[in-house]
């Protein structure tokens, strides 16, 4: 089946950094989503992309869609502590079909 | 509104014991997921009921692993005859699938140790 390339796997910043984490699959999606769990809970939406080349924030975090369709990208600029946890992509091959996770990015803020 | 509730919250059982899990989806959602969360890894699918379609059971690791969903709306989670690797989180999710994609909601999930 399809997979999803997410990286970095984990990440070490200082508060105030930007952060760049992206996902690649090996086939063609319709929907780009990306999640963040804090320990303890389920993954919370953050971002949801639905057209190819679509830019869209929200406060500091911004992502994109890939024009391939094949990739997308999650931004988050001046970081604070309450940012870290484990960020999830996730894709949508056609409407209504399952969603497909990557393996997420743990990001810790030292403050 | 109320969102995706799974009970328990923690569970530990014998290798060996059979377990059940339990998700409430969001009242009028359609889609519900099942995903198994091993400690500090991805999120890995295990099965997916659509509306009154047949569930799609693909990620289902082995025969020992079943669920069902009772009236559109309940979901359990069976496990048999539980090994140490079935130690896990596992989270239930549902979406109103409307033809336009609708996000998933998590619930807390279930952490499941089998000593």
């Known amino acids: 089946g399809q997979q999803l390339n997410q990286s970095p796997q984990s990440m070490f910043i200082q508060e105030g950094e930007d952060v760049s984490m992206n996902c690649t699959s090996s086939s063609i999606f319709n929907t780009w989503l990306w999640y963040k769990q804090d320990p303890g809970e389920g993954p919370v939406l953050l971002i949801a992309l639905y057209k190819a080349g679509e830019l869209t924030s929200n406060g500091r975090l911004t992502a994109q869609f890939g024009i391939t369709r094949k990739d997308s990208f999650l931004n988050i600029s001046a970081s604070i502590p309450s940012d870290v946890g484990i960020y999830f992509c996730?894709?949508?091959?056609?409407?209504?079909?399952?969603?497909?996770f990557g393996e997420g990015t743990q990001l810790t803020v030292n403050p | 509104g109320a969102g995706v509730s799974q009970s328990p919250s923690n569970k530990v059982t014998e290798k060996g014991k059979d377990v059940e899990l339990r998700c409430d989806p969001i009242s009028g959602h359609t889609a519900l997921y099942w995903y198994r969360q091993s400690l500090g890894q991805g999120l890995e699918f295990l099965i997916y009921f659509q509306g009154n379609s047949a569930p799609d059971k693909s990620g289902l690791p082995s025969d020992r692993f079943s669920a069902e969903r009772t009236g559109g709306s309940v979901s359990t989670l069976t496990i048999q005859r539980t090994q140490q690797e079935d130690s896990a989180v596992y989270l239930c999710?549902?979406?109103?699938?409307?033809?336009?994609?609708?996000?998933?909601?998590f619930g807390n999930g279930t952490r499941l140790t089998v000593t």
């Open positions: 996730a894709g949508e091959e056609t409407s209504g079909s399952r969603l497909t």
């Open positions: 999710a549902s979406s109103l699938v409307t033809g336009f994609y609708s996000p998933l909601h």
